[in-house]
């Protein structure tokens, strides 16, 4: 009976120990990639690009226009259908800017949200 507990004691012990590796890689993983592309458009941001040539850069890298909304019903569209749980601040952005643009780039979808002129002022990252 004794090596009865021992064993489910160690095989407790090691049920835990892996769940825990595999939930901390899990989250390593995915905050190493948001980190990874908040860095990229950061850097892009600073660069002031516009509409028209942060579309070619993106698209030469293969990213997907997916929605170039016009009008605030097109913009809450495109917000319901890409944003998930980042659709309340991605309203609050687009209510402050002109533009939107959203991108589908690798693994993530991009709302990059640009002024009157069409200069790139503010963007958000979402899972795809």
């Known amino acids: 009976m004794n090596r009865f507990w021992i064993l489910a004691g160690a095989f407790a012990a090691t049920a835990v120990t892996l769940a825990a590796a595999l939930i901390l890689g899990s989250w390593g993983f995915n905050y190493r990639r948001f980190n990874q592309h908040e860095t990229r458009l950061r850097r892009v941001m600073e660069l002031q690009p516009t509409i028209d040539r942060l579309t070619a850069g993106l698209e030469d890298e293969g990213a997907v226009v ?57 963007f958000a990252c979402v899972g795809a």
């Open 66 to 122: 997916l929605s170039s909304p016009q009008t605030s019903g097109e913009v809450e569209r495109a917000i319901a259908r890409y944003g998930g749980d980042r659709a309340g601040a991605l309203r609050e952005k687009a209510d402050r800017w002109a533009h939107l643009r959203v991108y589908h780039a690798a693994d993530m979808i991009y709302f990059i949200f640009f002024d009157d002129e069409g200069v790139m002022r503010d």
